[in-house]
């Protein structure tokens, strides 16, 4: 094997493999890769715009995190941390230096651990969205539990947790079959590990997106339905752009991810990318797609979120915010751990003017 070859040249199996398998000509012949070098111009541009607004969306998240020590810039953090992580071991050591540097021809121990990297890493990306959204659904439908369960503290542990698992899960796929070489068919292994992958990264991920986004948006009809007959407690404006954001962060995973996981599932059962030329490009494509998931956070952020604008403005023309937030007046202090939803707006008003001492005109006795 040449390294000097073009990427759609590569063959699949070593010449000494050939008697091993004792498979005829025919079968030995390797689907092609029609796309060429566009995957490598695709994740170079991808990397060199992804980790640069990821390091800046994460910067943006800490002093964001710093001022208002809402457990929302914490998931949103970890997200990125995650994204980061990702774009370095699957873009820049997978797709790049391993496939178009040096053409796999390296030792298969370093491919075997590079693979378990890139899914924990993949695994940490998906999953750590998942706490931000069990936040979300608590925040609007159990708010009294929001305000005793939700605080920075708190978030820190669920994160840290979640990313020692998502790190952890990625150990058995030391063992993943490279699908573009290999031209054995999928083995009983092969099958446990690919649905594995596709349950942790798509299915079950998706169905808790589901279930707790149905809720949310019920509840948010709800309460426009109730809002004529309490027009002086609607939603604040941060609420709704912050169930916007959500909606649109698992929404955009849920599209980006879904050909990947329909086509690995296709490789499975029907016809493996080392056979079919059009599944190589399929699967080519939806890595492709799927990859584009860690790059455009930060638009989504931007789009939404003023605080987050005004934030990286300020990171972009070198200017230092403050980095805790204002303390405010005793009589306008909320409780420590409120929560965003306005189902207690106007109970926090009213309560105020319960605990308001009267004037000292109201005190006075008639005389």
């Not at 000509?25 to 029609?34: F, G, H, I, N």
């Not at 319960?354 to 109201?362: G, I, M, Q």
Request: charged share 15%.
């Amino acid at each position: 094997r040449r390294s000097t070859k073009a990427m759609i040249d590569w063959p699949n199996v070593t010449a000494s493999s050939y008697e091993e398998l004792d498979l005829k000509p025919e079968e030995l012949q390797r689907s092609k890769c029609v796309l060429g070098f566009i995957p490598v111009i695709y994740y170079s541009v991808l990397l060199c715009v992804g980790v640069p607004v990821n390091i800046l969306t994460a910067v943006a998240l800490c002093r964001l995190a710093c001022r208002t020590k809402k457990p929302l810039y914490y998931y949103l953090l970890a997200v990125t941390g995650s994204d980061i992580l990702s774009q370095l071991f699957i873009i820049f050591v997978g797709f790049l230096l391993e496939t178009a540097v040096f053409h796999r021809d390296v030792p298969t121990v370093l491919l075997h651990v590079v693979s378990a990297a890139e899914f924990a890493a993949n695994h940490a990306s998906i999953w750590s969205t998942v706490p931000l959204t069990v936040d979300r659904y608590v925040a609007l439908c159990h708010p009294l539990l929001h305000r005793q369960i939700s605080y920075p503290a708190r978030a820190r542990k669920i994160i840290a947790a979640v990313l020692v698992l998502s790190l952890t899960s990625g150990v058995p796929f030391f063992w993943w079959s490279d699908v573009w070489r290999d031209s054995h068919p999928p083995s009983a292994l092969d099958a446990v590990l690919i649905w594995t992958h596709v349950t942790i990264i798509y299915f079950l991920p998706c169905s808790i997106f589901l279930v707790l986004n149905s809720l949310i948006i019920r509840k948010l009809k709800i309460r426009q339905r109730q809002q004529p007959c309490q027009e002086e407690r609607g939603p604040p404006r941060r609420l709704g752009k912050t169930t916007a954001m959500l909606l649109a962060l698992t929404s955009v995973f849920s599209v980006l991810w879904a050909p990947r996981t329909v086509v690995v599932i296709y490789h499975l059962y029907v016809s493996s990318v080392h056979q079919d030329w059009r599944v190589h490009l399929a699967y080519d494509l939806s890595n492709m797609l799927a990859m584009l998931n860690t790059a455009v956070n930060f638009f989504l952020y931007c789009f939404v979120s003023r605080p987050f604008r005004s934030v990286v403005r300020d990171i972009m023309l070198l200017r230092g915010g403050p980095l805790h937030p204002r303390r405010p007046l005793p009589q306008q202090q909320a409780p420590t751990n409120a929560s965003n939803s306005s189902l207690y707006s106007g109970n926090n008003k009213r309560s105020q003017r319960d605990s308001t001492p009267l004037s000292p005109r109201r005190n006075r006795k008639p005389s």
